[in-house]
T-cell receptor, first 111, second 114 residues
């Protein structure tokens, strides 16, 4: 069956631009997570949705980061006024119970 | 805050040998411990997990052990093959009111030499 998909796979943004990253979770998965993975590091938790409710956004690094999941399915992570330190791979995962299934990630490079 | 430490950061073994990766966690509320394999350019893939009411779990060449008292858990891969070469992440997941979150270790890069 279809796994978690993310788009775009690669994004290059000039410093100061806004970007939007999309995640399509596995159909029927209630929970959705966003992670940030810096080069050579493990994924770091950003935010968590249960259906359309954002239950935890404690990992978002600043108020430039915003995530939404308005209909409890597709989610978008938006980063405003991108900075060089935002360069990373952004991973999305979905789950029905505890097991999380990851998408391939979006590699964001801010120049 | 919550923290997961993982050792070693790099591990090189000969094909057929065993590989062991060890992790410790800090949040005593953690009750679910997944292990992920990540290949270049791909997202992490769940390979095995263990829950806090179990001390050991095995799936073919992979086994995980958990010591809740010491807050230690480890991954054992036996009869390693070149295709096992990847980055492996341990993680600890505490359950809290409203849901759960997963805290990852920094990863172990495993090289299996043919």
């Amino acid at each position: 069956g279809a796994g978690v998909s993310q788009s775009p796979r690669y994004k290059v943004a000039k410093r100061g631009q806004d970007v939007a990253l999309r995640c399509d979770p596995i159909s029927g998965h209630v929970s959705l997570f966003w992670y940030q993975q810096a080069l050579g590091q493990g994924p770091e938790f950003l935010t968590y949705f249960q259906n359309e409710a954002q239950l935890d956004k404690s990992g978002l690094p600043s108020d430039r980061f915003f995530a939404e999941r308005p209909e409890g399915s597709v989610s978008t992570l938006k980063i405003q006024r991108t900075q060089q330190e935002d360069s990373a791979v952004y991973l999305c995962a979905s789950s029905l119970e505890r097991e999380e299934y990851f998408g391939p990630g979006t590699r964001l490079t801010v120049t | 805050g919550e923290n997961v430490e993982q050792h070693p950061s790099t591990l090189s073994v000969q094909e057929g040998d065993s590989a062991v990766i060890k992790c410790t966690y800090s949040d005593s509320a953690s009750n679910y411990f997944p292990w992920y394999k990540q290949e270049l350019g791909k997202g992490p893939q769940l390979i095995i997990d263990i829950r806090s009411n179990v001390g050991e779990k095995k799936d073919q060449r992979i086994a995980v052990t958990l010591n809740k008292t010491a807050k230690h858990f480890s991954l054992h891969i036996t009869e390693t093959q070149p295709e096992d070469s990847a980055v492996y992440f341990c993680a600890a997941s505490p359950l809290y009111t409203g849901g759960f979150k997963t805290i990852f270790g920094a990863g172990t890069r495993l090289f299996v030499k043919a």
